[in-house]
T-cell receptor, first 113, second 113 residues
């Protein structure tokens, strides 16, 4: 079946540091891949997505590239801010079902001044 | 435009009691999803409605859980009787079609004592 594996958190970084959160997946077919962000006390928000191999999703300085050969979709940001402190979820959507999202367990990020 | 609205935001109840969680999707969205988030299992899809009809309820844990969508602007998730292991954050999400971006509500944090 489909599954998503994220690096364990929490991740603590100083402001302006480089961020990488690893995500790998297992899926049949050709899934779409997503990163969602959850700020404290709020629901999940779509951060970026990629729908096919070699696509790069980007938003708010965050980037992730769909790597089919390594089944990965790592999230990166060149310079994090305190306001980026949140929980980040990697997810995939199966090309067969069309709607079901499989989420990773989330990675908590804390950015300190 | 208001996002997905969930109520209550927090619910504390005793084992054996009936719990009803409510969701108002974004106006015009015809797909609605209920998710459960726990530390152990992460985010799990419980049920998916399209045009008010349940399409996939394979994630509903057991008969104690039931969900309804009587009209396009309202859905409920009911647990009867509740058990301590039901303690979790329950999210509702909606989208303009099953395969489009899902917008999440702020969640209901349920504690069953």
């Amino acid at each position: 079946g489909n599954s998503v594996t994220q690096m364990e958190g929490p991740v603590t970084l100083s402001e302006e540091a480089f961020l990488t959160i690893n995500c790998t997946y297992t899926a049949t077919g050709y899934p779409s891949l997503f990163w969602y962000v959850q700020y404290p006390g709020e629901g999940l928000q779509l951060l970026l997505k990629a729908t096919k191999a070699d696509d790069k999703g980007s938003n708010k300085g965050f980037e992730a590239t769909y790597r089919k050969e390594t089944t990965s979709f790592h999230l990166e940001k060149g310079s994090v801010q305190v306001s980026d402190s949140a929980v980040y979820f990697c997810a995939l959507r199966d090309s067969n079902s069309g709607y079901a999202l499989n989420f990773g367990k989330g990675t908590s990020l804390l950015v300190t001044p | 435009d208001a996002g997905v609205i969930q109520s209550p935001r927090h619910e504390v109840t005793e084992m054996g009691q009936e719990v009803t969680l409510r969701c108002k999707p974004i106006s015009g969205h015809n797909s609605l999803f209920w998710y459960r988030q726990t530390m152990m299992r992460g985010l799990e899809l419980l049920i998916y409605f399209n045009n008010n009809v349940p399409i996939d309820d394979s994630g509903m844990p057991e008969d104690r859980f039931s969900a309804k969508m009587p009209n396009a602007s309202f859905s409920t998730l009911k647990i009867q009787p509740s058990e301590p292991r039901d303690s979790a954050v329950y999210f509702c999400a909606s989208s303009s079609a099953g395969f489009n971006e899902q917008f999440f509500g702020p969640g209901t944090r349920l504690t069953v004592l």
